[in-house]
């Protein structure tokens, strides 16, 4: 039976996905059999399993840096907007439900059940299990019925470190008020304390960093600096969403939607030596010199679609076309790409149907069934095969899926309209397909050399474990699981 070690939070976004990442390859570097563990997560940003179902990404990412392929045990319960008062519940893997926020806390007590059957599952098959908590304990509205802080580390006797995140700011009364709010049999669990994120000289903390020693009479086990290669690594917050500045190159803009989904697929593009990313964020306006406008996934695709028009991206999306730039749009957005999206059954929403940008001569009907698999695909235009993975529900149909994106299985998927500049497909990851990706960007006059996005996040994730081992005792944190 593995030893296990919970790893929570100050706050939510303090960085408690990158620590258990770097600490799951610093763990493999030891050879250990590590595997990580989230009991419940919030994020539009899901990640494929081998086991056919759905994972936040920072799970998926946990996993690579684990050495091991993504598994729904990894990720009990997934909880994935559509509203600003209500969730798609995904248990295991699958869709349970979906429920309001105020609805969700009378759920939450029959969760814990598959939690632990995932956990137990995890234990079994591995030597450690490092754990990732969710928002934080000192939330104590929230703690009865919980199962993503110390509601289940009590259920599942599991040692807890805290991280605070200096770069906020009070990041003293951040730990130390932790302590003053939780319940003392919740206290016991906790082991010490790390602070994350230090810019600058983390000597001039030394004596905040005593403080919070004295006041809590926990352990600390270091003080990380910023890790500035952050951005490499799939983000599972749009928050997080980091691009690199250049001067020149493509210019490829993408509408930072309200319920923007897998917007992991961008990450490999803004690696791009050649390519300039922009993401467009509300109230501003279309770049005059953008090359490509990239429509992501949304969770709820009619809401985004009244979103995208409310900044009037719909017409400056036009323009653009009238001057010859190209569109592609992804899953929820090759839907908005269409002429209408109609939703009879209310499953993303209210019943009913709204008008679409459009640019594609399609129709899209949400249905309640769920695609997801990955998929072996050929890009039509180019004659590239490539990888990918499909998460959405609907049907897109119209004359414009006579000139494919992509085939699948010797089926036509996605369209392309007859000028060959809007296209549409509801294939993720597409872009992390190194082959697929050069050919794509040699279509926009893109050359560039050989880089590999999967050698570039397994460099990234071994300089994420240096980093931690050099200003963390990961021995002596190791030595906290049980």
């Known amino acids: 039976m593995a030893k296990a070690l919970m790893f929570q939070g100050t706050g939510s976004n303090v960085g408690k996905s990158m620590l258990v990442s770097g600490l799951c390859r610093a763990a493999k570097r030891r050879g250990l059999s590590v595997a990580p563990f989230k009991p419940q997560n919030m994020s539009n940003n899901a990640a494929v399993?081998?086991?056919?179902?759905?994972?936040?990404?920072?799970?998926?990412?946990q996993a690579m840096a684990s050495g091991l392929q993504p598994h729904t045990d990894m990720n009990p319960v997934l909880l994935k907007p559509e509203t600003d008062v209500g969730s798609q519940v995904v248990v295991q893997g699958k869709r349970l439900t979906t429920v309001k926020a105020r609805e969700y806390a009378a759920l939450k007590p029959q969760l814990m059940e598959h939690v632990l059957d995932s956990f137990g599952r995890l234990k079994q098959a591995h030597d450690l299990v490092l754990v990732e908590g969710a928002g934080s304990p000192a939330e104590v509205n929230l703690r009865p019925g919980d199962i993503a802080n110390m509601g289940f580390a009590r259920a599942a006797d599991c040692p807890v470190v805290l991280a605070g995140d200096i770069d906020r700011g009070g990041v003293i009364a951040q730990v130390v008020g932790t302590q003053a709010v939780i319940d003392p049999e919740d206290e016991a669990l906790i082991k010490g304390f790390l602070i994350n994120r230090f810019r600058g000289d983390p000597r001039l903390f030394d004596d905040g960093y005593a403080l919070i020693e004295k006041y809590t009479g926990w352990r600390g086990f270091g003080m990380v600096p910023w890790f500035s290669d952050a951005w490499k690594l799939p983000a599972e917050d749009a928050l997080d969403i980091a691009t690199p500045r250049r001067a020149d190159g493509l210019h490829i803009v993408c509408l930072k939607l309200s319920r923007i989904a897998?917007?992991?697929?961008?990450?490999?593009?803004?690696?791009?030596p050649g390519v300039r990313l922009t993401m467009l964020h509300a109230g501003q306006a279309l770049p005059a010199d953008t090359d490509v406008v990239i429509i992501p996934g949304s969770k709820s695709t009619r809401g985004d679609l009244q979103f995208l028009k409310g900044q009037g991206w719909d017409e400056d999306i036009r323009a653009h076309t009238r001057r010859g730039g190209a569109v592609l749009g992804i899953?929820?957005?090759?839907?908005?790409?269409?002429?209408?999206?109609?939703?009879?059954?209310?499953?993303?929403?209210?019943?009913?149907a709204t008008d679409g940008?459009?640019?594609?001569?399609?129709?899209?009907?949400m249905t309640d069934d769920k695609r997801l698999t990955t998929v072996e695909a050929v890009h039509v235009p180019t004659g590239q095969a490539f990888q990918g993975y499909e998460i959405h529900i609907g049907r897109s149909e119209g004359p414009d899926r006579a000139r494919p994106f992509a085939q699948v299985a010797g089926q036509d998927e996605g369209a392309i309209s007859a000028d060959g500049r809007i296209a549409g497909s509801y294939l993720h990851g597409m872009f992390r397909d190194d082959g697929f990706r050069r050919a794509w960007l040699a279509g926009f006059g893109v050359s560039h050399g050989n880089a590999s996005?999967?050698?570039?996040?397994?460099?990234?994730l071994d300089a994420l474990a240096d980093h931690l081992e050099t200003h963390l005792d990961i021995d002596a944190l190791l030595a906290c699981a049980r």
């Open 453 to 460: 996005y999967a050698d570039t996040v397994e460099t990234t």
């Open 262 to 272: 897998n917007f992991d697929d961008l990450d490999p593009l803004a690696q791009e």
């Open 49 to 61: 399993t081998t086991d056919g179902g759905e994972i936040g990404r920072a799970q998926a990412l």
């Open 357 to 365: 940008i459009g640019l594609l001569d399609v129709q899209t009907t």
């Open 331 to 352: 899953c929820g957005g090759f839907q908005m790409l269409g002429r209408v999206v109609d939703d009879p059954e209310g499953i993303e929403g209210p019943a009913g």
